[in-house]
């Protein structure tokens, strides 16, 4: 980590050494570039930790063998220990140390959808440190599609443990200077390489439960697992229930701005959102909207009009609304579930902290 400045902070009357440490940012545009990456890899391999860009959203990774560096991984994001990580491969056959067995339905998808957006759990190896699986039996393994995150994995020699690198709480990170953001002070190294395609986290399907379940949707969609599988249990909110979460993860707030946030489920919003803007007069307000509307009254940001471009928007957004010093934010919502829509729907929800407006 690199020490860039030493100052002097004052804590009750004495005065203390304060080092403050800042990752260090490397930015690749180019494959001509990927030797740039052996400085992070080997960072990774001695256990420090490296954020770096997926399909997805940006991954706060640390090698995944190293039990140590796993738990830094929860202590910098401030994540709680009972919510387990996703392991990422750069190659299909680097999954099998990992876990018990590749069953037949882990075959199809690593054949099929990997590498992608898509997380499969299975019963878990002893290679595996607890730290990983929160102490669980069963561990979820991902290879990315992103070049980048793939060449650092390959060339850090190790699995990398990485979940999204935000602060827990935060809106996932898309960008860079998101990582920077929330965790540059905590961290070895960024790799900067651009936007996030998707935009949204990998879908999660478990593969130890029969039929196969998916725990939380992402860029790959039910329909395209089914094809895939045959019967595949949907992402269900009960999910998320505080007493028997499946995916630990799912109970937790997630994606929050720092304003309120309300959002208008329903291609008919405009007057309700006209009647909450309204309400709120006096208030910083901003409403996310989906493409180019009519006016409204108060900031507009347009987040797209189809599900995709709006999953690729809505994390980046929601952290430029709160910049600008948003105190109220309102989002109109006019895609129903389906396709990329079902995780828009899921992390949009849970960014509003479930206030929602249903506008038929
Ligand atoms: P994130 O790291 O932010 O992408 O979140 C990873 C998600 O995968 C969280 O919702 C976790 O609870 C979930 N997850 C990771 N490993 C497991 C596992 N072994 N069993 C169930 N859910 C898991
Ligand atoms: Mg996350």
Known sequence: MKKNCIFFKKSGIMYTWVNMMSAKMIKI???????????????????ELVAFPTETV??????????????????????????????????????????????????????????????????????VPDAVTAGGKTVAVRMPEHEIARELIRRSGVPVA??????????SPTKASHVAEDLGEKIACIVDGGSCRVGLESTVIDLTSEPPRILRPGGVTQEMLSALLGEV?????????????????????????????????????????????????????VVLTAGETEDYPCETINCGETAEIYSQNLFDILRQADEQGAEVILAELPFEKGGIATALRNRIYKSAGGNVMLCG
């Open 233 to 285: 249990e949907g992402y269900a909110p009960k999910d998320e229930d505080e007493n028997a979460p499946k995916s630990p993860g799912m109970k937790y707030k997630h994606y929050a701005p720092k304003a309120y946030m309300m959002v208008f489920d329903g291609g008919n919003c405009r007057n309700n959102i006209l009647k909450m803007v309204e309400a709120n007069f006096g208030k910083r307000i």
């Open 29 to 47: 545009t180019s494959k001509t570039e990927y030797d740039k990456l052996n400085e992070a890899a080997n960072l990774l391999a001695k256990g």
């Open 58 to 127: 940006y991954g706060l990774g640390g090698n995944a063998l190293m039990e140590d560096t796993v738990k830094r991984i929860y202590a910098a994001k401030g994540r709680p220990s009972d919510n387990p990580l996703i392991v990422h491969i750069a190659e299909k056959e680097d999954v099998y140390p990992l876990v018990k067995e590749v069953t037949p339905a882990a075959q199809k998808i690593l054949e099929n959808l990997w590498p992608g957006p898509v997380t499969f759990i299975l019963e878990k190896s002893d290679l």
């Open 162 to 171: 990485a979940p999204s690198a935000n602060l827990s709480g935060r809106p």
